[in-house]
């Protein structure tokens, strides 16, 4: 089983920068492909980033070029680095696995708020 926990959320004012980590320990052995989504309040989930068992990323295309995904192998943490943040990011972000060893399994952490305000 694999345990996401975020952190790195927080309060940031317009055109701030936040690193989001998501520790998930096992992500390599267990074949995860890793994902960032996010959730304002009142509204649906929305897919931000993934980063694939391959390494290569992808980003929904409004925020490619403001948002970086990464990882750290050694210390399996996943990040996110989200510049020039806009009120519009305001929202609880989520990390989530999707994990092909032993068998197919998604893991969510619980989610670290985000939010861009003056």
């Known amino acids: 089983q694999v345990q996401l926990v975020e952190s790195g959320g927080g309060l940031v004012q317009p055109g701030g920068s936040l690193n989001l980590s998501c520790t998930a320990p096992?992500?390599?052995?267990?074949?995860?492909?890793m994902e960032w989504y996010r959730q304002p309040e009142g509204k649906q989930r929305e897919w931000v980033s993934t980063?694939?068992?391959?390494?290569?990323?992808f980003y929904t295309v409004p925020l490619k070029g403001r948002f970086t995904m990464s990882k750290d192998k050694i210390k399996e943490v996943v990040y996110l680095q989200m510049n020039n943040l806009k009120p519009e990011d305001t929202a609880m972000y989520l990390c989530?696995?999707?994990?092909?060893?032993?068998?197919?399994?998604?893991?969510w952490g619980q989610g670290t708020q985000v939010t861009v305000s003056s």
């Open positions: 980063l694939d068992t391959g390494g290569r990323t």
């Open positions: 989530k696995a999707e994990c092909t060893l032993p068998a197919l399994s998604i893991y």
């Open positions: 096992g992500f390599t052995s267990h074949n995860c492909g």
